[in-house]
């Protein structure tokens, strides 16, 4: 039976993250992971699932020495953000009011995750089990965490870097608080009429927000937000009929597109009662998953691998208080981002009369708000 350190159940981006990082640390490492990310070429047409990403967490995958593999990929850089309900009260920040270069990068959750991988081959002390999926763990001092493939590993620590319906949290007995959201949102691809654009912008309306992430050339992403009867509607439709409906219900910012593939996925927030219980540890969407309102789903699990990491280096044993001590740290801010995205959904999604005029009051104000406006954004940049 081999012996590790860790176990990584998950080698998405997070489960990746956490892996090289304790293997930078000089730990024993093994990830199991069900799929394995397809290698990049570039004339694949892009893919559905992307992110923005902070500059914080592009330090982060840089510390790991990941980002330039994914760099030299396809990245495309943001520098303006835009969001507004009535067109006249509009909150605009550009990368300039920060001094930075730009705010971050639209990536390919893909093009992330190859990157981490890449990794692997430069450290002998991380190995790789793919395809292969979690199948049971029995806890102990050493927990025995047996793979589908009958395969049996013993490891000092099992981290659950396994997603949204985390297998880990569940054999661990740890519970979650969930909210749902009676929303799904649609990601769809398109070719724009505008050359390559440095903005992304988002239109609050009553049945959800309408948003748009800029591509490498002239492609970007949108994200439509609504009912899941309605997203369930647009998904049935060919690519012409839905590039009606999106010309007749996207603001004219986004001029003609060309739709060229689409997905649909379920909007919920759970958040994970316990991070860490009986020798194992959760990072990442198995923690907490977060509405994608403002793209910080996988910048708040790049900030738990940061805090995991900090907590345990320089310890030989991952003892259960260094796993506490992640916890204290990393806690908090994942429920202040969920729950301000939440304020800010709910309180935009209706069509209420008088909080109509509170937002859009409250969007022009903060537009003028200089040193507040600035804060505000360097908090969602992950910016101390
Ligand atoms: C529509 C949408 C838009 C989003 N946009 C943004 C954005 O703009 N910016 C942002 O920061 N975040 C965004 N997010 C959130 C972001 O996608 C997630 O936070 C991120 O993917 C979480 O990464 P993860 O590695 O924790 O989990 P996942 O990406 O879910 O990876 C989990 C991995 O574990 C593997 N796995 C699962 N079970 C097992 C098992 N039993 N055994 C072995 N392997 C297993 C899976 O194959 C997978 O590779 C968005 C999410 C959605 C739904």
Not at 59 to 76: F, K, N, P, Y
Not at 94 to 101: F, N
Not at 242 to 253: C, N
Not at 298 to 303: A, I, Q
């Amino acid at each position: 039976m081999s012996r590790f350190d860790v176990a990584v159940i998950g080698g998405g981006m997070v489960g990746a993250s956490v892996a090289v990082g304790f293997a930078k640390q000089g730990r024993k490492v093994v990830v199991v992971e069900g799929t394995a990310p397809e290698k990049f070429s570039p004339e694949q047409p892009m893919d559905i699932r992307v992110s923005a990403i902070s500059q914080h967490s592009v330090d982060i995958l840089s510390e790991l020495g990941a980002w330039h593999a994914t760099s030299q990929m396809r990245v495309c850089p943001y520098r303006r953000l835009e969001t507004w309900e009535h067109p006249e009260c509009r909150t605009r920040f550009h990368s300039d009011e920060l001094g930075m270069e730009r705010l971050g990068f639209i990536v390919e959750n893909r093009l992330i995750q190859l990157g981490l991988w890449a990794q692997f081959t430069h450290y002998s002390n991380i190995s790789l089990r793919c395809p292969d999926t979690l199948s049971d763990i029995e806890f102990g001092e050493v927990s025995k965490v047996t793979l589908s493939s009958g395969e049996e590993l013993l490891v000092d620590l099992v981290v659950g870097a396994d997603g949204a319906n985390s297998k880990v949290r569940d054999l661990a007995g740890i519970g979650v608080t969930a909210w749902d959201y009676r929303q799904h949102c649609m990601l769809i691809n398109v070719k724009t009429e505008i050359e390559q654009q440095d903005i992304t912008w988002q239109q609050f309306t009553p049945s959800g927000p309408r948003s748009f992430l800029p591509l490498c050339g002239n492609q970007g992403s949108l994200v439509w937000y609504d009912s899941p009867k309605r997203i369930r509607q647009l998904c049935a439709m060919t690519p012409a009929q839905l590039r009606e409906e999106v010309l007749t219900y996207f603001p004219a910012e986004l001029g003609d597109i060309e739709v060229l593939q689409y997905g649909s996925f379920p909007l919920t927030r759970r958040h994970a009662q316990r991070y860490s219980a009986l020798g194992c540890v959760l990072v990442g969407d198995s923690a907490h998953t977060i509405n994608p309102l403002a793209g910080q789903g996988v910048n708040l699990g790049f900030k738990d691998v940061e805090a995991l990491l900090a907590a345990t280096q320089n310890h030989e044993v991952l003892t259960q208080s260094l796993l506490e001590q992640y916890e204290r740290n990393r806690r908090y801010d994942n429920l202040l981002m969920q729950s301000g995205m939440d304020f800010f959904y709910k309180g935009f999604s209706n069509d209420f009369a008088p909080l109509k005029l509170l937002r859009n009051a409250a969007l022009k104000v903060a537009e003028n708000a200089g040193p507040l406006k600035t804060q505000v954004l360097k908090y969602a940049l992950g910016l101390k």
